[in-house]
């Protein structure tokens, strides 16, 4: 049997790595097209304070993008050392798009940002923008093949399952490229960057402003954070995950999760804003609902109907059943390649193989599972309703303030009245740390909502994990933690040091 | 296009093709960390030195994670048992690397010494760490690594960090170490001038001897050392898995492709050859020569290792039969073919971009330079 808390331990570690990578990707995500933004309006009207700007924000945008690849790294490398068995069981699959974000997206992106900072006075205005423009791009490749990787284990299309390899292998690329969920996590969590970067340059122009220093740089800044910050948080709130969660069977026991929605009710299912859910009774003990709202947002349809939880498990469990006959067919294949009846029943039960691996969390030998354990492993099938409930709520509530902000900000932008206005100014400047909550509350939802998968339906998390050792594991996550907290104190000392400071730096003989 | 064995071979060669890449490329940088502390004798010799490959170190990396996602795409078993196995030693290499990043980036951002000097010698952990590590890896590659694979394929490792650390492996790593510090010097004495182009020549000299001599003392020692020998495997152009071969050892088995490829010499010859070039020319002005054969021997060094432990990739001393090869860990042919495709369209676009980002910052750095562009610098 495989130790429990071994891969407890793994995914508390791939957990912290993946947030605090995720402190440092988002910024950079939208600061870079800021800088492009910037540097376009430099080389189109001459102004040097846009050159200024450029560079300014620039120099935040490294001290940030140095953490972004620090904990980058550990995640190229992450799922051997503590996922061998996922990167055994579907490396044919997910390993593709990882290796082509490296030869497309991190080479150019990484090439780009040396020119980027040293290139200044070697290359023409024009190709400098060109070099800056790559970099941005080469970023945002990055996020688009990482979350084609990530919409695969959502809902793992373009595949299927070799009994001889023992592995998930590659049927259709296009499929896997072109997947819905990842085109829809893809707009999602770039325009969630974009909000982060406005935001940025939003709340610090914003101090400048409140200080009364650097007014004419901080102004233009302000400007152009607020127009692209807008459009970001629309689109983060518009274009939300959750249309994809009607794409496919895969994420329905994550949005029934999400809602506490227990019961399947008629269509258009009702939104609960508020609700205390009780896991042992399968019911809420308190729920404050607005109807028909959340059929419209998860089906844009009003005859849909979205199955409850209840019967997600009920399904479920019948799957795990059919589920047990595809792992025992499975076993007396591996035994005896001629096993005809092995092969018969095994192509009978295929499609529910990945549920009758559930069980073995209870039981090595799936023909001792008892109907309880069949019960136990198809309560797992859905996760944990309040962790998700809520996570998911406070994201939601981040975003509609982030909005408001955005909106008014805008509004006085274009109005030209922004600089006085010191009670918008401190609330950008207050709101800073909004969008890094929202997005890791985002993650969460996310990646805890598709438990208890690593690869929905197909592979469950506790059999994906390395056979290492409780000390190793202990061990390793003090490292990562203890150092990339380091870090972080290192980061946030210059990051703080060098806003404070202001462009002024850029010309300053001594810092 | 090609048929399954045709295709798990070619990517053999491209995952070395990475490795060398990375060797090449990163393999400088990390040479001028390695050599940061004792070849800068002020703050001023080591921004000079730091800023030879300021621009470039972050997209030279680059060669070492998509190796890592190469070998994830196209060797998933190897991946999958490789890093899980030699779990400490792959976390000490990231922990090592993580000073990088920030090492470059925070450095001289802060004008106080202490910072400074905590920081290079952070750089020079990034660097001569992972560069002794490949080796003492390639090293237990040679003498196997004990792990076991189950029938359905979960692998499970029965070594300790401590015994990869044994007296082959660690002569390995100082032959990785020589090398890639080698790389560097060549590098830093072609981008640097005065007092301290002369250190790094010296420095290369040495990293030549040093590397010949222990190069060599690998090679002698190979020759003794019992080799893994394919013994039966099924057709290779099917589908297989390590379970369906037998795998036997025998003294000097390591040197079977050589003796039945005679040809194949040219390789370690080569490896001689452009270690003597750099010793011959570096003195006398010919900075760019000397980098290009310090490259060739990196190209020379890796090949030899690769073809010796061909078609292995990493054998099982505990368990031999499930030993990973070449044929039998490699993914299904539709992902190589696509990956194949990738690899072909976007390997010369970036070769085309990083040698114009080389030729955008070519120059002699000098300390007028630093001092001139004191806020604009590493």
Request: with cysteine; proline share 4%.
């Amino acid at each position: 049997m495989i130790n429990e808390t071994v891969v407890d331990l793994s995914r508390l570690q791939f957990a912290a790595t993946a947030l605090y990578h995720f402190l440092f990707v988002p910024l950079t995500l939208g600061l870079s097209w800021l800088l492009v933004i910037m540097e376009a309006a430099y080389v189109m009207s001459g102004k040097e304070v846009y050159k200024d700007m450029t560079r300014f924000w620039g120099k935040l945008y490294g001290i940030n993008f140095a953490l972004g690849v620090t904990t980058g790294i550990t995640m190229e490398f992450q799922f051997g050392t503590n996922w061998a068995y996922y990167s055994h069981y579907v490396g044919d699959i997910f390993g593709a798009p990882l290796a082509i974000e490296g030869l497309m997206a991190f080479f150019l992106e990484s090439t780009m940002v040396g020119l980027f900072f040293f290139g200044w006075n070697r290359l023409s205005k024009a190709g400098h923008l060109t070099v800056t423009t790559l970099m941005a791009l080469g970023t945002n490749l990055s996020a688009v093949l990482i979350l084609i990787a990530n919409g695969w284990m959502q809902d793992p299309v373009g595949s299927a399952f070799n009994p001889v390899t023992m592995r998930m292998e590659l049927t259709d690329f296009a499929a896997l490229v072109f997947n819905p969920v990842a085109q829809s996590k893809f707009v999602h969590t770039v325009s969630a960057g974009y909000v982060t970067g406005s935001l940025f340059v939003l709340g610090i122009s914003s101090w400048y402003l409140l200080k009364g220093q650097h007014v004419e740089f901080a102004r233009r800044s302000f400007r152009i954070a607020a127009a692209f910050g807008l459009a970001g948080t629309a689109s983060v709130i518009v274009l939300g995950d959750e249309s994809g969660y009607s794409v496919g069977e895969a994420q329905r026991s994550k949005l029934a999760a999400i809602e506490a929605m227990w019961e399947t009710e008629p269509a258009p299912a009702g939104f609960n804003l508020i609700a205390i859910p009780n896991e042992a009774r399968q019911a809420n003990d308190f729920e404050l609902r607005i109807p028909y709202v959340l059929g419209l947002i998860a089906t844009r349809s009003t005859s849909e109907v979205i199955p409850g939880i209840k019967e997600i498990r009920e399904k479920n469990r019948q799957r795990i059943e059919s589920g047990i006959q595809a792992v025992i067919a499975l076993e007396g294949m591996r035994k005896n390649p001629q096993d005809e009846a092995a092969r018969a029943a095994f192509k009978a039960h295929e499609k529910d193989l990945g549920y009758g691996l559930l069980v073995k969390k209870y039981v090595e030998d799936p023909r001792q599972a008892t109907p309880e354990i069949i019960h136990k492993a198809a309560m797992d099938s859905v996760p944990r309703i309040a962790p998700l409930f809520w996570s998911f709520r406070v994201m939601v509530g981040l975003g509609i303030a982030m909005l408001a902000l955005m909106v008014v900000a805008f509004w006085h932008s274009v109005k030209g009245t922004f600089q006085n206005k010191p009670w918008l100014l401190k609330w950008a400047l207050y709101s800073i740390p909004l969008p890094w909550i929202a997005i890791e509350a985002g993650w969460f939802v996310a990646e805890y909502g598709r438990q208890p998968w690593t690869v929905f339906g197909v592979l469950p998390t506790h059999l994906s994990a390395s056979s290492l050792s409780v000390e190793s594991l202990w061990g390793s996550i003090a490292g990562f933690v203890g150092f990339y907290s380091l870090l972080l104190v290192a980061e946030m000392y210059l990051m703080f040091k060098y806003a404070r400071l202001g462009p002024s730096v850029l010309h300053a003989k001594t810092a | 296009m090609f048929d399954y064995a045709t295709l798990k071979l070619i990517w053999w060669l491209l995952v070395g093709v990475l490795l060398i890449g990375f060797a090449i490329m990163d393999g400088h940088d990390m040479g001028v960390g390695t050599l940061l502390p004792f070849l800068g004798k002020d703050d001023t010799d080591r921004r000079v030195m730091i800023n030879s490959v300021a621009p470039h170190w972050d997209g030279n990396q680059v060669w070492f994670i998509t190796a890592g996602g190469a070998v994830f795409a196209a060797w998933p078993l190897v991946y999958a048992t490789a890093f899980s196995g030699l779990y400490w030693a792959l976390l000490l290499v990231l922990f090592a690397l993580f000073f990088r990043p920030v090492g470059f980036e925070y450095r001289s951002k802060l004008p106080n010494p202490a910072w400074r000097k905590g920081w290079d010698w952070g750089l020079f952990a990034g660097s001569a760490v992972p560069a002794l590590v490949f080796g003492v890896a390639f090293g237990n590659l040679f003498q196997g690594v004990p792990f076991d694979l189950d029938d359905s394929m979960r692998s499970s490792y029965s070594g300790s960090f401590w015994a990869l650390l044994n007296p082959f492996a660690l002569l390995c790593g100082v032959v990785s170490l020589s090398l890639l510090t080698l790389q560097g010097a060549t590098f830093l004495s072609h981008r640097v001038e005065g007092p301290l182009q002369r250190r790094t020549i010296l420095a290369a000299r040495v990293c030549g001897v040093v590397l010949l001599v222990s190069f060599s003392l690998a090679g002698m020692w190979v020759a003794r050392m019992e080799g893994y020998v394919l013994e039966s495997i099924p057709d290779v152009r099917g589908v297989l898995t390590p379970l369906m071969k037998e795998v036997g050892r025998a003294p000097g088995g390591w040197f079977a492709n050589f003796n039945n490829f005679p040809q194949l010499w040219i390789i370690p010859v080569l490896a001689y050859a452009g270690v003597g070039v750099v010793l011959a020319c570096i003195g006398s002005g010919w900075t760019l020569l000397s980098f290009v054969a310090s490259s060739v021997a990196c190209v020379s060094v890796i090949l030899t290792a690769g073809v010796a432990l061909f078609p292995f990739v990493l054998p099982s001393s505990t368990h031999p039969d499930v030993s990973l090869t070449a044929w039998d860990a490699t993914s299904s042919q539709l992902t190589l073919t696509v990956m194949l495709w990738v690899a072909l369209i976007f390997t010369p676009v970036v070769l085309a971009y990083t040698s114009w980002a080389y030729r955008v910052m070519a120059g002699k750095i000098t300390r007028d330079y630093i001092a001139a562009n004191d806020k604009q610098l590493y």
